[in-house]
């Protein structure tokens, strides 16, 4: 088998280096993980490099995705967001992000974000595929950790979404066995 990028990122540099960096790549953080669970949750309906193009403007605009600050967040920051062309200025993912703040830290304080979520989704599980067309939409784990993401009060977050979220940061490898990153 020749080196052959999984074909998703296409060649746009951007993406090509968030494929090559980023994605699939285990990522433990809390911060960071809320990040790309809020990020997935606005790509709902949407393509992901939207979401990668706008994710600069995206930090600016929910305060680098800190959800001690988010959580505090009421009508006016709504009403700021939804007239942010730099951002996906849609209301229920914007009250989402904010009730998904106020989730977090009961979590957070509870057992940590990133503990909660590694404990749903288990040790990293290898895929080894070699078609796009073999990647599922969504798993069992994913709709396990929609349900208990659902329980704790975040929203956006079915299980197709959080089965890209789970690639996204490593909790599943979908690279092709011919990608280079797999």
Known sequence: MTDQRCPWCGSDPLYVAYHDREWGRPERGSRALFECLILEGFQAGLNWFTILKKRETFRAAFANFDPEVIATWGEPEILRLLQDPGIIRHRGKIEATIAGARAYQRIEAREGFSTFLWRLS?????????????VPA???????????????????????ITYAFMQAVGMVNDHLVTCPQH
């Open 122 to 134: 288990g040790p990293p599980i290898d895929n080894r595929v070699t078609a796009m067309a073999q």
């Open 138 to 160: 969504q798993t069992p784990a994913s709709l396990a950790m929609s349900k208990a993401l659902k329980a704790e009060g975040f929203k956006f977050v079915g299980p197709t």
